[in-house]
């Protein structure tokens, strides 16, 4: 069987996925895995990963650019263009993307860090990070599928968590500084692909424990400043998947059979965001963001039957932000564009991705929705997806 034909049967293997219930997903999802990993030394086995994991990624044969050492600046490194709409913006770093007039400065978004949006045939990665008003950076280089599908920045941004798969289902959380030094090994025997590790404020780790047969098992935070790397569990094991904890430190908002679910720092449910039911008008099976204070999230939502539910992997784009106790839209000023990412700021403030011309921008938008500045993206990160913003 040639790569083509491969690239094609996996397509539509993708195109059957469905909505099912969360721990179903899980345990398809680890039956799947364990075939794919007697392939995983291959080009297509990458593919394979990616379809069958639901990243929902697009598969292009190009190889990434080799690694350059970290902290070097990437100005002059930029990747393939994806193909996306155009309309009209500049792509230099800076520049006012889809307005007219001159630069609108940026003050008030933070620094930015990317991972590749697409899996590739490419056994490595680099994250970026970059602040507008700046060039981007190169940073440390990880397996690709970590890099795309389970890497998380810590709050401050000066650390990173990732999960390398052990062979078996039972993989490993390490954590690194963003340069790459420093590396450490957390804990042995996770899940890495139901619940990525999730920062906590105070830099501890939310995961989920593997059992002996792959299959998710408890909930634990994660001491990373412990030198015995301790862990407290979770009494209660919701049937979950996916995680993001609140700047407050108070929630932790996680996929359901309800869509999405608020829950406590001890794992016990606080509330369902209203509005969300997969046999009614609108359903999510991913999330990105969650305000400091758990009233807001930034959800990938789209009608049932309208597309095909996502499995398990982790899914960064959003389409809609709510407030999770009414269910309600939040009004973004998007100016006709089309919504790519959204990350809350300390400070209730919103950093939005859209699509601009043959790029993208990134807003800053105030808690009551207003635009307080735009800034183009710089050509160099059009392949790449935001993985979070810091101070």
């Known amino acids: 069987m040639n790569d083509q034909r491969l690239r094609l049967d996996l397509t539509e293997l993708a195109d059957e996925v469905t909505v099912v219930d969360l721990r179903e997903r899980t345990l398809r999802t680890s039956r799947r895995l364990g075939i794919q990993r007697a392939v995983a030394t291959s080009a297509a086995a990458l593919v394979l990963i990616a ?8 598969i ?7 690694p350059l050492p970290a902290d070097t600046p990437s100005v002059t490194a930029t990747p393939t263009p994806s193909p996306t709409p155009s309309t009209s913006a500049s792509d230099a770093p800076g520049s006012s993307a889809g307005e007219s007039g001159t630069n609108t400065p940026s003050v008030g978004i933070g620094k930015l860090f990317y991972g590749p949006a697409k899996v590739t045939d490419a056994k490595t990665n680099n994250l970026r990070s970059w602040r507008p008003g700046g060039d981007p950076v190169r940073l440390l280089a990880l397996p690709e599928l970590a890099a795309v599908g389970n890497v998380s920045v810590s709050p401050d941004g000066r650390r990173v968590a990732w999960i390398e798969d052990g062979g078996d289902g039972r993989s490993t959380i390490f954590t690194a500084n963003a340069d790459g030094s420093d590396k450490q090994t957390m804990r042995s025997g996770v899940e890495r692909y139901c619940v990525t590790p999730v920062w906590s404020p105070d830099g501890h780790l939310l995961f989920r424990e593997a059992k002996a047969t792959g299959e998710p098992g408890r909930f634990g935070v994660l001491d990373t400043h412990s ?3 301790s862990v407290r569990w979770w009494a209660t094991e919701p049937s979950a998947c996916h995680a993001v904890w609140s700047a407050d430190g108070g929630t932790i908002a996680m996929n359901t059979d309800a869509g999405v679910t608020l829950f406590d720092t001890d ?7 209203p509005g969300l039911d997969p046999s009614g008008t609108w359903w999510s099976s991913h999330f990105a963001s969650l305000s400091p204070d758990g009233d807001r999230v930034a959800l990938y939502r789209y009608h049932p039957g309208s597309e095909d539910g996502r499995d398990v992997a982790r899914f960064l784009q959003v389409s809609a932000v709510l407030e999770t106790r009414v269910g309600t839209q939040v009004t973004l000023p998007l100016g006709g564009r089309t919504l790519r990412q959204v990350y809350f700021q300390a400070d209730g403030s919103m950093v939005v991705r859209v699509q601009a011309g043959n790029g993208y921008a990134v807003l800053l938008v105030d808690k009551d929705g207003r ?3 735009e800034t183009a993206e ?14």
């Not at 379809?51 to 697009?58: D, H, S």
């Open 51 to 58: 379809a069958a994991t639901g990243t929902a990624l697009a």
């Open 378 to 391: 710089p050509a160099a990160l059009k392949d790449m997806q935001i993985l979070a913003v810091v101070a």
């Open 267 to 273: 794992g016990n449910q606080k509330r369902d965001v």
């Open 227 to 229: 030198a015995t790397k």
């Open 371 to 373: 635009k307080i500045s």
């Open 60 to 66: 292009r044969p190009d190889r990434s650019p080799s």
